[in-house]
């Protein structure tokens, strides 16, 4: 009596009650009549149980008491409960259950079974969820079983030894001899099961994986076989002969011949050959082709099949199936970096997908078009980088945003295009740019100094227009109080003249520091810039005065702070007033600290003297703070290395809350003059490195003279200082270079 | 590498037919159920028929009113899977005659059957449509 009459008795009940509420009372109660029966040992209507307990479950409630009953009809002599036996094991029991060990025995019994039905219902049981006990027991059983005769149980012995390899690595090595041979096998079941078993092998043993590369050969024979042989009417998918076996072959030829320059010699004619043969308009004959490519692409292949392999890319790129589309940008993302000339050809394809509508084209599309930006194309992919950045999904604009910052300064052809391209930005997407934009920025406006009028009446129009973006509004109060006096003069080639007054100006900044969508920091920068233009004002300064004052009772703490400062400067001190304010000098870029694994620190060798500036915050007390550049003699100072004749001190010139000044000082006290001498230094990442010029590179003989060289630290976080100083110099010929770690640094003669 | 999970479900997110090839506890299968028919369903023909999912991948294929999803990893060949979801449905379509979800539903036992005869241990097993049918038409004449 076949489970199906009363289970779909039950099952057409259940369906058809109307709630969730009716459904499990109905459940519930078929539940119960199950579990009485279990306990019956009722033989004619077990498998209508268990099956009815299997839909239940599959429908999501618990029927875990059902795993004694599955347990107990595997070892039921009968093949009808057999089979739902081994489907409630495979359902129900899992490797953390205990009773899974109890079917041991009988999945023993039945690998020997005189039937194959019986036979494969136990392997696939193992192989499916076989704990790490299970497949050790049973392991020498699959072992006999991989020579039987039947191909049937062969392939499924196969992959249940696959899995076995997976749970028990070591015992791969009881399979390995086994494998070689099954590769002679005709039949593609067996045979693809066999490439599984190698390329798992390969995959978890680099031993096992050369004594493989012996079959290289043999794979290669079996896939001309398969490309070249007729119309084979059972394995064939749209028109390529068995494509599952393809790719696994392909996929093992790949892992052979990764690093191997030998095996990768033997698999270029076929690549070759598969590459070129196979039929593309099916996703059949593409899945072929894009295995291949993949497999080109990381063996040592000749470089004419990588072009061969790159051009297929850029084929599926035009192809209408978006699926392929996305698989295709995807590798060529892996291969930019080393095959970037041949990328660089369907660039126009790619930029058009950044209009596709799938979300994770667009990423993929955006990622690719970042990695081909060059100096070359720079113009072009910036306009549709712009366009797309105006349109894309937000959770893309960060990463836009930040995407084209770094390609503008990689390649950026004219300042002003550059300038252009940063305000463009802030203006479609301010809110989501970082906040090392805002310095960046500045810094780059004061070096383009012949287009500062430019900038600025740029920026005045963005700010009356939308005060909403704060990087935008934060850059503008800089350049307005900064140049506010070309702001006036109105004048300038490249833009349309505007006829300022003062007062239009000192609105636009008043409503910055009113407004309730500016951020604290915004409205600091207002502040300052209101307090810059007295300087280069003639009218209103009076206004200025009654601003500046009314903002000493602000409650924001930091405003108050400045505004009482620039009272300060007006009541006591407006004769240093014009000093304090002028025109900021040209800011130097730089150079980032790098780790302290990385040796690579740069030395700057510019001898202006460029003062470090914080952005423009703290300005009235920037001309204070060079008073500190005393070199005292009598400061203590530390000797961090020594070595060979060569010494090296270090001191501190002054220390503030976010920056030291070091010297470094060397001397030689050896026979010889000392050539080449130079230092190189690196830090944590969130110090910033300044090196000034050093005073020489010679450090002649006897100690007479030394060289020094001035390093300044910018430690806004305020952490722990750390320093690693690599020497290097020429002494006699011999070039020698050593490395000290500097972790504690000497304080200043005064604090 | 291998295939972590075969997921049957219709529109609604009930489970027609649920493979596990990677150990998971009961609730963190009903959890990925429901994350996968969260994803899977909102997708329409625009989309592509690969979906990140957790550090996994799901290549899926609607047919009417059922998603065939299969779980892999992301270094996977997702063209290949995607054929071999058809091939299945192939099979399935000629064992049940012009097979319809309520087919699945009320042979279940004989689903996984199939399900077993063309996948095992996480791979493809046997890819050959005709030799498959046969196999599942002589355990048919067993019962």
């Given at each position: 009596m076949s489970p199906s009459v009363r289970l779909q008795e039950m099952i057409r009940v259940i369906r058809s009650a109307r709630t969730q509420g009716e459904e499990r009372g109905l459940i519930q109660k078929e539940c119960a009549a199950i579990r009485a029966q279990f306990r019956q040992s009722d033989n004619g209507a077990r498998t209508h149980n268990l099956a009815k307990l299997l839909y239940v479950h599959m429908l999501g409630y618990p029927a875990h008491f059902g795993q004694m009953e599955c347990v107990r009809l595997i070892a039921s002599p009968r093949y009808s409960e057999k089979r739902i036996g081994y489907l409630g094991a495979m359902m129900l029991l899992d490797e953390k259950q205990d009773a899974s060990l109890l079917i041991t025995n009988s999945i023993k019994n039945d690998l020997s079974h005189s039937s194959q039905h019986v036979q494969s219902?136990?392997?696939?049981?193992?192989?499916?969820?076989?704990?790490?006990?299970?497949?050790?027991?049973?392991?020498?059983?699959?072992?006999?079983?991989?020579?039987?005769?039947?191909?049937?149980?062969?392939?499924?012995?196969?992959?249940?030894?696959?899995?076995?390899?997976?749970?028990?690595?070591?015992?791969?090595?009881?399979?390995?001899?086994?494998?070689?041979?099954?590769?002679?096998?005709?039949?593609?079941?067996?045979?693809?099961?066999?490439?599984?078993?190698?390329?798992?092998?390969?995959?978890?043993?680099?031993?096992?994986?050369?004594?493989?590369?012996?079959?290289?050969?043999?794979?290669?024979?079996?896939?001309?076989?398969?490309?070249?042989?007729?119309?084979?009417?059972?394995?064939?998918?749209?028109?390529?002969?068995?494509?599952?076996?393809?790719?696994?072959?392909?996929?093992?030829?790949?892992?052979?011949?990764?690093?191997?320059?030998?095996?990768?010699?033997?698999?270029?004619?076929?690549?070759?050959?598969?590459?070129?043969?196979?039929?593309?308009?099916?996703?059949?004959?593409?899945?072929?082709?894009?295995?291949?490519?993949?497999?080109?692409?990381?063996?040592?292949?000749?470089?004419?099949?990588?072009?061969?392999?790159?051009?297929?890319?850029?084929?599926?790129?035009?192809?209408?199936?978006?699926?392929?589309?996305?698989?295709?940008?995807?590798?060529?993302?892996?291969?930019?970096?080393?095959?970037?000339?041949?990328?660089?050809?369907?660039?126009?394809?790619?930029?058009?997908?950044?209009?596709?509508?799938d979300a994770s084209v667009k990423r993929r599309a955006l990622e690719l078009s970042l990695a081909l930006v060059s100096a070359t194309n720079i113009r072009t992919m910036m306009k549709e980088l712009l366009v797309f950045l105006s349109t894309c999904p937000p959770e893309l604009r960060a990463h836009t945003a930040s995407g084209i910052f770094i390609a503008a300064e990689r390649y950026a052809p004219s300042q002003r295009w550059h300038i252009d391209t940063i305000l463009h930005v802030l203006?479609?997407?301010?809110?989501?740019?970082?906040?090392?934009?805002?310095?960046?920025?500045?810094?780059?406006?004061?070096?383009?100094?012949?287009?500062?009028?430019?900038?600025?009446?740029?920026?005045?129009?963005?700010?009356?227009?939308?005060?909403?973006?704060?990087?935008?509004?934060?850059?503008?109060?800089?350049?307005?109080?900064?140049?506010?006096?070309?702001?006036?003069?109105?004048?300038?080639?490249?833009?349309e003249p505007m006829q300022l007054t003062e007062d239009d100006v000192l609105d636009a900044l008043e409503t910055v520091l009113q407004s309730h969508m500016s951020s604290p920091a915004s409205r600091a920068f207002a502040l300052t810039a209101t307090m810059k233009l007295s300087t280069r004002i003639t009218n209103n300064v009076d206004r200025i005065r009654s601003i500046v004052s009314i903002y000493g009772s602000c409650i924001d703490v930091e405003l108050q702070q400045r505004a009482v400062e620039y009272n300060a400067l007006f009541k006591k001190y407006d004769h240093m007033r014009a000093a304090v304010l002028e025109r900021m000098p040209v800011i130097d870029k730089s150079s980032p600290g790098d780790t302290l694994g990385d040796l690579t620190g740069e030395v700057t060798k510019d001898s202006s003297l460029s003062k470090p500036v914080p952005g423009g915050s703290t300005l009235p007390l920037e001309p204070a703070s060079q008073a500190f550049d005393l070199l005292d003699l009598l400061v203590p100072s530390v000797t961090v290395y020594e070595k060979g004749g060569v010494s090296l001190k270090l001191q501190c010139d002054s220390q503030t809350e976010t920056a030291v000044t070091l010297t470094f000082t060397a001397c030689n006290s050896t026979q010889n003059d000392i050539t080449k001498f130079t230092l190189q230094a690196a830090v944590p990442k969130s110090i910033q490195l300044q090196m000034k010029a050093p005073s020489g590179s010679v450090l002649p003989a006897g100690g007479h003279s030394a060289i020094t060289q001035t390093v300044v630290l910018s430690n806004p976080s305020k952490t722990n200082l750390k320093m690693r100083v690599r020497l290097s110099y020429s002494n006699q010929g011999m070039v020698c270079q050593d490395t000290v770690q500097i972790d504690s640094f000497p304080s200043p003669a005064w604090t | 590498m291998y295939i972590r999970f075969i997921l049957i479900q219709n529109r609604a997110g009930k489970t027609r037919l649920a493979k596990w090839y990677m150990q998971f506890d009961d609730d963190e299968k009903q959890k990925l159920i429901e994350e996968v028919h969260a994803v899977v369903t909102v997708r329409d023909a625009k989309h592509t028929n690969f979906v990140e999912f957790r550090n996994f991948k799901i290549i899926y294929r609607r047919y009417a009113g059922l998603y065939f999803c299969i779980c892999v990893d992301v270094t996977d060949n997702n063209l290949a899977y995607l054929e071999g979801i058809h091939n299945f449905v192939e099979v399935l379509n000629e064992y049940f005659h012009n097979v319809c979800e309520l087919d699945l539903v009320f042979n279940f036992y004989k689903v996984y059957t199939v399900v077993d005869e063309m996948f095992l241990a996480g791979e493809i097993r046997e890819t050959s449509q005709t030799k498959v049918l046969k196999q599942l038409l002589m355990l048919q004449s067993l019962e």
């Open positions: 219902l136990a392997l696939c049981t193992l192989a499916c969820m076989g704990s790490a006990e299970m497949c050790r027991d049973l392991a020498p059983e699959i072992e006999r079983l991989l020579g039987a005769s039947d191909s049937y149980i062969k392939k499924k012995a196969i992959l249940c030894a696959v899995h076995i390899v997976r749970k028990i690595p070591e015992l791969g090595e009881l399979y390995t001899p086994l494998a070689c041979s099954l590769l002679s096998e005709k039949n593609h079941g067996v045979l693809h099961s066999a490439v599984v078993l190698i390329t798992e092998l390969c995959e978890r043993n680099p031993d096992t994986l050369r004594q493989f590369r012996k079959t290289v050969p043999e794979l290669v024979h079996i896939m001309k076989g398969l490309i070249m042989s007729g119309y084979s009417p059972e394995h064939n998918v749209a028109g390529i002969s068995d494509p599952f076996l393809q790719v696994r072959i392909l996929r093992l030829l790949r892992i052979l011949g990764r690093c191997n320059d030998a095996a990768s010699d033997a698999m270029n004619d076929l690549l070759a050959q598969v590459a070129t043969n196979t039929d593309s308009s099916k996703t059949a004959g593409s899945a072929v082709l894009y295995e291949t490519v993949l497999t080109v692409m990381d063996i040592r292949s000749e470089s004419g099949l990588r072009v061969l392999a790159v051009n297929i890319l850029g084929r599926f790129l035009l192809n209408n199936d978006r699926n392929i589309r996305y698989i295709s940008m995807t590798s060529l993302q892996k291969i930019v970096q080393t095959d970037h000339t041949a990328v660089q050809r369907h660039r126009g394809t790619i930029v058009d997908c950044l209009k596709d509508q203006i479609t997407a301010g809110g989501d740019v970082r906040d090392e934009t805002v310095p960046n920025l500045i810094k780059l406006i004061t070096t383009a100094s012949e287009l500062h009028c430019y900038t600025v009446l740029k920026l005045y129009r963005a700010l009356i227009t939308d005060i909403s973006q704060q990087s935008l509004v934060q850059v503008a109060c800089w350049c307005i109080g900064e140049y506010g006096d070309l702001l006036l003069k109105g004048e300038c080639d490249d833009i | -």
